[in-house]
C-alpha cells in the first residue's frame, strides 16, 4: 500500500503558464516533505522541502503548498519553462526523520 | 565536491550471475541509502545505514541481496543470484542525517537477461 501517492503520471504544460504537481499521503506520522526533480540518466536532485509546522515554503518560481488536514501537498511552478521538464518526486518522512517514503512520480512536460 | 559516486553506471549480467553495485558518498555524511526504481513502483528504499551500521533493510526484497559499508566512503549492494525482475536502475544517496533530505549518485542501470 503506498503510503505517498501521486496519482497524475504525467503532466503537460505550456511554456509560461503554472504547472502543478499534487501529493497525497496516507500516513498521518509525517511531518517532512521534500520534492525532487529527475531529468533522465541522472539521480534525482533536491527541489524544496516543508515541514508540517508551515504551510507554504516559496523558493523562487518554486512554491510547495502543505494541507495537513487533507494530507496533501502539492509543488506550484510559476511560470514553467521548458527546462522543468522531468520526474518529480515527493517524498515524506516521520518524525523529521532520514526515511524517506517516495511517491511513484509525476513526468512534467513544458510545452514551447 | 564529486557528490556521491556510483559505479558502474551500467551493468548488463546474465540470470544466476552475482552483481555487485558499488558507492562512495558524499565526505562528511554520516547516513548512506540504497533505493531502487522501477516503472511500477517508483523510487523504493531498500535498504539504509548510519554511521556504517544498517539501520533499516526491511525493503531489501528477498535474501538474494545484501548490503555491506565496510567503512564511511564505502557502500555495496550485492544481487546474488540475479534475476529479470532485478532489472532496474539502483541510486545510492548520502546525507549528513539531519533529516534535510539526500544527495543522490546517477545510478547503475542493471539489466539482467
Known sequence: ?112 | DAGVIQSPRHEVTEMGQEVTLRCKPISGHNSLFWYRQTMMRGLELLIYFNNNVPIDDSGMPEDRFSAKMPNASFSTLKIQPSEPRDSAVYFCASSLGTGLGYTFGSGTRLTVV
Open chain 1, 1 to 112: 500500500d503506498q503510503q505517498v501517492k501521486q496519482n497524475s503520471p504525467s503532466l503537460s504544460v505550456q511554456e509560461g503558464r503554472i504547472s502543478i504537481l499534487n501529493c497525497d499521503y496516507t500516513n498521518s506520522m509525517f511531518d517532512y516533505f521534500l520534492w525532487y526533480k529527475k531529468y533522465p540518466a541522472e539521480g534525482p536532485t533536491f527541489l524544496i522541502s516543508i515541514s508540517s509546522i508551515k504551510d507554504k515554503n516559496e523558493d523562487g518560481r518554486f512554491t510547495v503548498f502543505l494541507n495537513k488536514s487533507a494530507k496533501h501537498l502539492s509543488l506550484h511552478i510559476v511560470p514553467s519553462q521548458p527546462g522543468d521538464s522531468a520526474v518529480y518526486f515527493c517524498a515524506a518522512s516521520a518524525n523529521y526523520g532520514q526515511n524517506f517514503v517516495f511517491g511513484p512520480g509525476t513526468r512534467l512536460s513544458v510545452l514551447p
